[in-house]
């Protein structure tokens, strides 16, 4: 089973992209290479199998299928935890493009699975980028050697997106050569491997408020710090942390999922990373990564399920060409309605992955402000797109399945309900509309806007053979550009009525773009099949999506407020 | 719980229908109260349970969840398999349109147990159009009583859309009170009810080919001839039919779905229906009303899920309005993006329910022929537009309950589960754009496309305070006459790249004329709140919904091909 085309991501990385300055292509080959082989050997077997075996709680600890844990035992002895860190601290120090570019295979493969990877490399970045040397000397190095796992524990039951109402407490008792110590009480919902039976130790990253001298907690998001809090202590003994119960999901089911209650009998001992109230800009400066994760997943469940859907379309006989009768039947890739949801698929699967690529490649430059700034407007796109058309892909391979396509015995059916997580978890595409909006367009500097408004400008005035998508995409983006102008002159918060909607048209936008750049490289890249198939997908797209972008818009130029505040009709 | 809004129903049926001329108003009244009820008490209270134990194949017979049998017994009890039919064969002879809004609350509680008595209905229904008295004494009436349940045996593996290549054989042996007795062989796939345990017999109709006196098949469509396999011969005896397997899928599990196997000792009794020949004409006539019935089920599915939707975001308390600081938390329907969902999910359920309330209102008026033309026109949107956007509200849902939204504690991922399976069965949604265009538009007499025509332009001439959306429903109308127009001109076939977006198009503008048509019906009715929503959804449909038409069409009014012939490159 082919997983994901090699022959994209060689062409995204190096004819794309042009990663040359970031790494060799003898490294990267030889990368792409082991993870392709890993995840087909390692990942895929149990793909099914984590579906219908699903973690379970007994006697107050987490069992997951122990496939999951040999495969992830053979991922940490191939190094791949540590493929994005420094060689100081135990990595291989490859590049995040590259490391995107290996991970998504094994996403494809078995995106249960790959939680646990993509989760503990957050953590531990999150720890080599604020923490102290003692710290990522005692936290961050053995998650980066693959022998412990990390999560994150944002959410808590009454406060999902909110994170200002966070009511976990956290209070000084001390400092040690870990950093300021504190005793943790409340609640954590949501909890990705929260507790499982594979790794020695698992590392939660917990934000809470620190008491004041008046008992009181700050409020607001500002108020927010993050601890660490270790499963097991450095001493060995249990930290004060209970799984107290288990969330059983519709899909991506082999990362357990947890409500993790810290400090029943006292308070759970907790390390302070950095200073108190930067718990928000941490884990915020870790998020780009995650959320680009959260993009490239769900882009590699899409694009495993549109190989798939070629491979049955190819292979499935039924029907005739029309006007013709009797003879055999042909394969149904053969009628024109199986071929445009393949083309429609492809366009959501590759756009989706190249957008994934190209921003993990920014999170590599973003030492540079402009591409930080292009990556903060971008990140929202990259967590939503693919995660909206990602599963839009997944969707259609059930159809062309067909009645096949709705049962266990083909693998559409669970790569669609594994994806559906994704428009949710690490932000929904309500909070990232909100994100793009609010806080990377309206109350930003612009930086960001700038450089993609002169990307886009020159890739339309540079779009040759592909001139009338230059002239669309020029148009989208003035649509765009005079949507923003109309949210800056509405009342404050009006603008809330049109952020997902904007979402969406900018995403498109971002796409059209992209994908006019694709079928420019792959004219120049020497395959005619190659440069065929994404100039049919770069036209569909053209042709298919992008006009979509004015009527999302339309509401918003013209200043209606999607819904009336008046709620009593529902 | 909620399962639909009773108000809306009224108003559909007698404000917007006007079925008086059907049926009185006690009579309705006494009928949804009913039904209302039993699907209650019923139906809802196994329906997360029949999604965890799905029926089981043991020793060649299919055992399905005993509170299924219990619910179905009490549907029978309550005269309802019958609801339908004539008083002479056992019925009420209630008209179909309250038979759909009775049926609607029986699928919103629990769609899986609702599919047993829909076939049923429509295997019943069949026999008593085309069956002899004494077929349909034999047959019909057991199914009428809610003893006997039916099944359609269309699909086999080899031939799923497809079927002119059905391969099962049907061999004369003679006559008898029953009919022309014939033995049959072959194998059926997809047969939901194929086996259970809860009816005394199971009635199968099953499409097949009549062996010729050259020993060979009839080639085409036009060989296929259909007969009644009833599972129990009408001496007691087993027919000779074998449950090859059950399928198991994503969603509505509580239906089995059976590989069937007939004539594994010799041939399975067989009684022809009609005279040879007549077989996709006989299953063409029921398929008008089991895809109404498909895309109200569809309907009901997302109806269900937008009010949960709206109770949980009236109930559920996150987060402030924007700019404020502080303060007590709100409940989600403040937000302004959440009220865009909710709108947007009123205007997909019950945009779809009354679209399969009107279809299922011209199925009581089809014996004048424009309302036949219409109903077989609109047809392929009642099937699709309710599957596709009753999932899009179901899809909605899980976003608004957040993560708790993909967990099984909540019903709204079985509902997306379960209404997966509608674009799918009876005509894919693929299917439905070649009906539509390519035989009830392109190869048909257009009587049903000039009623249309001219009541979607007295509706744009009399839209009186709604008239922005009138003339925009006339322009949208013009815009599907173009595309039409395009079609016509087109090399023979190449219509069939562009059927299924003109399918979505054609739909959508369905669905403006409706939605203009209810916002005028609400304004009348005197309900304030009522009216108000209803104009709420109707500018939304408008301003968000209808402007898709023209983008969807554009490259059929060009002639541009979805796809090139070429697929080397998927």
């Known amino acids: 089973m082919t997983l994901l085309s090699r022959q994209d991501i060689d062409f995204l990385l190096h004819d794309w992209l042009g990663v040359a300055d970031l790494v060799d292509r003898d490294t990267a080959d030889a990368i792409l290479d082991l993870s392709e082989k890993a995840a087909a050997r390692d990942f895929l077997p149990h ?22 844990g040999d ?30 570019a290996s991970f998504a295979w094994f996403a494809a493969a078995s995106i249960a699975t790959s939680a646990y990877p993509m989760l503990t490399a957050a953590n531990a970045r999150l720890l080599t980028t604020f923490g102290t040397a003692a710290q990522v000397d005692a936290f961050a190095r053995p998650q980066i050697a693959g022998r412990w796992f990390g999560t994150m524990c944002l959410s808590e039951p009454q406060a999902g997106s909110s994170l200002a109402d966070v009511a976990t407490q956290a209070r000084a008792e001390g400092e040690d050569v870990l950093g300021p110590r504190y005793r943790l009480t409340g609640s954590k919902m949501w909890i990705s491997g929260g507790d ?13 408020k620190i008491v004041g001298a008046d008992s009181k907690l700050p409020e ?78 769900a882009a590699a469940l899409g694009y495993r399920a549109y190989l798939l859907s ?63 700034a292009l990556l903060s407007l971008l990140t929202p796109i990259a967590k939503t797109w693919p995660s909206e058309y990602g599963l839009a892909a997944n969707d259609i391979a059930i159809q062309i399945h067909g009645g096949y396509g709705y049962t266990q015995d083909f693998d559409v059916e669970q790569l669609y309900r594994d994806n559906r997580l994704n428009p949710i978890h690490e932000g929904t595409t309500g909070v990232q ?39 669309a995409l ?36 971002v796409l059209a773009w992209q994908w006019l750049s694709q079928a420019q490289a792959a004219a120049r890249h020497g395959d005619e099949r190659f440069a065929f198939g994404k100039a049919q997908a770069c036209r569909h797209f053209f042709t298919s999506e992008l006009p979509k972008v004015a009527p999302w818009l339309a509401p918003m130029r013209r200043g209606d407020a999607s819904a009336p505040a008046r709620t009593d009709y529902f």
């Open 47 to 68: 793909y099914k199998l984590a579906d219908r075996e699903q973690p379970e709680l007994v006697d107050g600890a987490v069992h997951i299928l122990p496939a999951i």
């Open 474 to 509: 020029a148009a989208a983006w003035q649509e765009v550009e005079a949507a923003i102008d109309a949210a800056r002159a509405m009342a404050p918060g009006a603008w809330l009525h049109h952020a997902t909607p904007f979402l969406w048209a900018f995403g498109h936008v």
């Open 433 to 471: 509309g909100t994100d793009l909006l609010g806080r990377k367009i309206l109350g930003a500097d612009n930086r960001g806007l700038d450089i993609l408004r002169r990307e886009i400008a020159d890739a339309a005035a540079a779009s040759g053979e592909f001139a009338l998508f230059g002239e």
């Open 310 to 372: 070629a491979t049955y379309a190819r292979e499935r006989l039924q029907g005739r060409p029309a006007g013709q009768r009797g003879g055999a039947p042909v394969a149904i890739i053969e009628h024109p309605d199986v071929q445009r949801m393949l083309l429609s698929q492809k366009a959501c699967a590759e756009g989706a992955l190249a957008l994934c690529l190209y921003c993990a490649k920014l999170v590599d430059e973003a030492g540079d402000a402009d591409k930080a």
């Open 71 to 100: 495969a992830l035992k053979s991922y940490a002895d191939l190094g791949l935890f540590g493929a994005g860190f420094a060689e100081e601290v135990g990595g291989f120090g490859l590049p995040h493009v590259l490391c995107s």
């Open 196 to 208: 499982q039976d594979v790794s020695a130790n698992i590392v939660h990253l917990v934000l809470a």
């Open 220 to 297: 607001g998001t500002e108020g927010l710090s993050l601890f660490i809090v270790p499963k097991l202590l450095p001493d060995g003994g249990r930290n004060d942390i209970v799984v107290a119960g288990l969330n059983h999901k519709m899909g991506y089911r082999g990362t357990s999922n947890c409500l993790l209650s810290f400090g029943e009998m006292g308070g759970a001992t907790g390390w302070l990373v950095g200073a108190p109230g930067q718990g928000l800009r941490q884990m915020f400066h870790m998020m780009n990564e995650a959320r680009i994760s959260v993009g490239l997943g």
